[in-house]
């Protein structure tokens, strides 16, 4: 069997190095050198760390949809390309090229959460549940028909990068299942559904905006669902404040008004809601080092309040 893999991110690599480990892989595909960090250095992804690793043969082009680009494709006769997290709109140049489809590893329930940041809105949106599903690519946004789906359960207190994490492996688990199955005979592509669409388009840093007269939950799922990008986060006076992890306290905000500051008895840093007190365990202002809310307290003089 001939194998493909376009991918970029830490999503990426456990589905790589299964199907590398099983199949082997041809070529790997990636998204260029980005600039990161303060000093704008240029670095690699994720898979490309893995693929050199491994010594696998691997291009970066700057549009996966380049003649020149899909020519190396065909030269290779592929018999499955596998998309996972790469990053780049395919054209049925690229995903009705190999001989046996072109499978993507979502990390929804499809039809839920169709984009690119599935795992961020089930967290912001309360879901219990979310899962891997395998489907073949076509011209519409994550609408192929499904091959293979399995779920997962969502911690009440689980963030979007534990969860991706765990969706990784279960995604590098479901594409071997759905390989195997394709080779067999044994599955059969089904239409997605037509009810239960949802998107999940990329986050904007204005999604991590505070709303305090939002429910407490909503709040904490907000928080949970933004890490590690953009992050949850609220203003003090003019500041910027990141809140970084918080937790459910179940007791009425009373006269602690959305935003208001306040704390327990214990030195808790707890902020009214529309509904219920929230305590704030690690916040950040802007251009400081992260600290626990009872550390934040200190040298703070109540009334105060986030906005």
Known sequence: MKLVFFGTSEFACPALRALDDRYGIELAVTQPDRPS????????????LVAIKRGLALIQPKSINDPEVVKILRDISPDFIV??????LLRAAVFDLPRLGTINIHASLLPAYRGAAPVNWA????????GIST????????????????????????TAAELEDRLAQLGSNVILKT???LTSGSLQAARQPQHGVSLAPSLTRDDGRIDW??????????VRGTIPWPGAWTRMVSNRVKIHRTRLTDLASGVLHPGKIGLSETNQLLVGTEDQLL?????QREGKPRIGGRDFLHGLHLPASFI
């Open 37 to 48: 960090g303060r000093h704008a250095e240029l670095r690699p992804s994720p898979v490309k």
């Open 83 to 88: 998309v996972a997290s790469y990053g780049q």
């Open 123 to 130: 967290i912001m949106h309360g879901e219990e549940e979310s």
């Open 135 to 158: 489907f073949l690519i076509d011209r519409g946004l994550d609408t192929g028909d499904i091959l293979l789906a399995e779920s997962l359960d969502i911690g009440p207190d689980e």
């Open 179 to 181: 390989l195997g199955g």
């Open 213 to 222: 007269h939002q429910p407490a939950t909503r709040i904490h799922d907000l």
């Open 279 to 283: 305590e704030i365990l690690e916040l």
